[in-house]
Structure formats: structure tokens, C-alpha cells
Nanobody, 127 residues
Framework: QLQVVESGGGLVQPGGSLRLSCAAS????????IGWFRQAPGKEREGISY???????????EYSDSVKGRFTISRDNAKTTVYLQMNNLNDEDTAVYYC????WGVGGLHEDDYAYWGQGIQVTVSS
């Protein structure tokens, strides 16, 4: 069973930045697709970004319209951690953020694309 762990959440002021990390306990993420989702209070969980396994030195990624241009997803060279760099945060970004893993390496922005989920981590944007 793959255990997925998020870290890096917290409180940030509007316009600020945070970097979330996603790792799998006891396992590399090499070859897997990783997705980031978020759920704001009273709203459904939303897929915001994902990154596929690499083809050569290139990683394919996608973003939802709500975060495109502000968030960047990346993987470390050791393929043990996936990051979500979040810039220019606003109060609409306040949510619990989840990392999810697709062992088939395809991913997507839908929950059904993933079999393994982290517990979630709170991100609060407030002055």
C-alpha cells in the first residue's frame, strides 16, 4: 500500500507564496503521475494540476484555469518528491490540498484518475 504524504501548507498573506511537497513513504515516485487537488469549505474537490512520468528529460503537466500562470508543478531529479509552487495566492486559494498518485503514470484532473491519496494539508490565505 502506497502512503502519500503532503507537507508545506500553512498560513500566508494574499499575494504571498507557498510550496507544497508530496512524497510517498518508503517509495520513489518514479514512473507515477502525481496530481494535486484542493477542496475549499462547502465546495467539491477540484483538480488543479498534475505531472506525468518523464519522457526523456521532459515532464508533461497540466493546470486548471483557476491556477494556471500562478502555480507550477515539478519533480525532483531523484524522483522522490513532487512540488507545487504556489505564487500570488489569494483568499480563493484557501483550501485543503491533496496529493494523489497514479501508478499507471497517466494522471489527470479528475479524482477517478488516482488510486492513492494523501490526508490533505491546509493552506490558508489571509491577512
Amino acid at each position: 500500500q502506497l502512503q502519500v504524504v503532503e507537507s508545506g501548507g500553512g498560513l500566508v498573506q494574499p499575494g504571498g507564496s507557498l510550496r507544497l511537497s508530496c512524497a510517498a513513504s518508503g517509495s520513489s515516485l518514479e514512473g507515477y503521475a502525481i496530481g494535486w487537488f484542493r477542496q475549499a469549505p462547502g465546495k467539491e474537490r477540484e483538480g488543479i494540476s498534475y505531472i506525468r512520468h518523464n519522457v526523456g528529460s521532459t515532464y508533461y503537466s497540466e493546470y486548471s484555469d483557476s491556477v494556471k500562470g500562478r502555480f507550477t508543478i515539478s519533480r525532483d531529479n531523484a524522483k522522490t518528491t513532487v512540488y507545487l509552487q504556489m505564487n500570488n495566492l489569494n483568499d480563493e486559494d484557501t483550501a485543503v490540498y491533496y496529493c494523489a498518485v497514479d501508478r499507471w503514470g497517466v494522471g489527470g484532473l479528475h479524482e477517478d484518475d488516482y488510486a492513492y491519496w494523501g490526508q490533505g494539508i491546509q493552506v490558508t490565505v489571509s491577512s
